[in-house]
């Protein structure tokens, strides 16, 4: 029994080596990519449930390969994170939503926005207002145009001075978005004090709208909890003309989803967007 012991601690060890290695070797490959430039921003269209118009993009990450595959964001970010390689690649991403949404203000889409993902990670580095700012500055983009999407977990976590931080954000002009809506935490006293103004409400609960009975007065009180608060609300992750309806009858302003369109690059997005 002892021996099978033995044997069973040496498999545990030589796979925490091979994790390891594997870590590594993904981590010296991101920083490589970071370095050449490899990765890329898609562009999500947002659409308004009364007027159709699209309203803005969300940006999202990608790392496309040589075999022509594209590595999800959710294969990297969390290593990004772990690492503090994501204060590196948020301030990309930052630079290069700005400059995109910049080109479709000049092409004459005003009113378009951009939003941009933000990690706890970022928050904690202490530099973020700078990011912003400089993206902000280097793009010549007006604050109004772009939105932070913060996860509850983010908001309620024990980053140092995050109110401080986020107030500094909001008085260059821009606007928040509270992410993944209705996965974290009960307590909503936070709503209040972070002043965002959209709420985004998890796929999770929109992609079963129209199987689970249960999801239905769900999605519909945080609609009306979002309104008595003066907020505006984004359903993600629609993929149907049911949902979509559904939806439009709780009174939801905003949606996105494969219904519309997936992210995509930017020269696609584009060629999605009406012309001007
Ligand atoms: P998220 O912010 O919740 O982004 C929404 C995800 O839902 C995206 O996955 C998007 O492609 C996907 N999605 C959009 N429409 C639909 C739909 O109709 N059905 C379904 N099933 N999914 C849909 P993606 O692009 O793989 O990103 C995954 C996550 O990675 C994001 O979740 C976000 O948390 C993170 N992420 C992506 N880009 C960045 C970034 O630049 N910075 C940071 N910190 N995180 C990022
Ligand atoms: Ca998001
Ligand atoms: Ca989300
Ligand atoms: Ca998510």
Redesign the pocket.
């Known amino acids: 029994a002892k021996s099978d012991g033995r044997n069973t601690w040496r498999f545990y060890d030589e796979e925490i080596d091979k994790a390891n290695i594997d870590k590594f070797n993904l981590l010296q490959q991101i920083r490589l990519a970071l370095k050449e430039q490899q990765f890329q921003?898609?562009y999500?269209p947002k659409v308004n449930l009364t007027t159709g118009a699209i309203t803005g993009a969300?940006?999202?990450?990608?790392w496309p390969q040589l075999d022509g595959s594209v590595i999800?964001?959710?294969e990297f970010?969390p290593l990004c994170e772990e690492s503090g390689l994501?204060v590196e690649?948020?301030h990309w991403?930052l630079q290069e939503a700005c400059r995109a949404c910049q080109r479709w203000q000049q092409l004459g889409y005003g009113g378009i926005t951009v939003a941009?993902?933000?990690?706890s990670v970022?928050f904690r580095d202490g530099a973020l207002e700078q990011s912003v700012q400089q993206a902000l500055k280097d793009a010549g983009l007006p604050a109004a145009a772009l939105e932070l999407?913060l996860?509850e977990s983010l908001l309620i976590g024990e980053a140092l001075n995050i109110q401080q931080q986020l107030d500094q954000l909001s008085s260059l002009g821009l606007t928040f978005a509270i992410?993944?809506f209705g996965t974290g935490y009960s307590n909503l006293g936070y709503l209040r004090r972070f002043n965002a103004t959209t709420l985004k409400i998890?796929?999770s609960f929109i992609?079963s709208l129209c199987m689970s009975k249960r999801d239905e007065p769900l999605v519909q009180a945080i609609v009306q909890l979002a309104k008595s608060l003066g907020l505006n609300t984004v359903a993600?992750?629609?993929?149907d003309a049911q949902t979509l309806q559904k939806l439009q009858q709780m009174g939801c302003d905003e949606a996105?989803?494969?219904?519309w369109s997936?992210?995509l690059p930017e020269a696609d997005f584009l060629r999605f967007l009406p012309s001007v």
């Open positions: 921003l898609y999500q969300e940006a999202l990450v990608r999800s964001p959710l970010i994501i690649l948020g991403v941009v993902n933000l990690s970022q999407e996860t992410d993944d998890d796929k992609s993600e992750g629609v993929e996105q989803g494969y219904f997936p992210p």
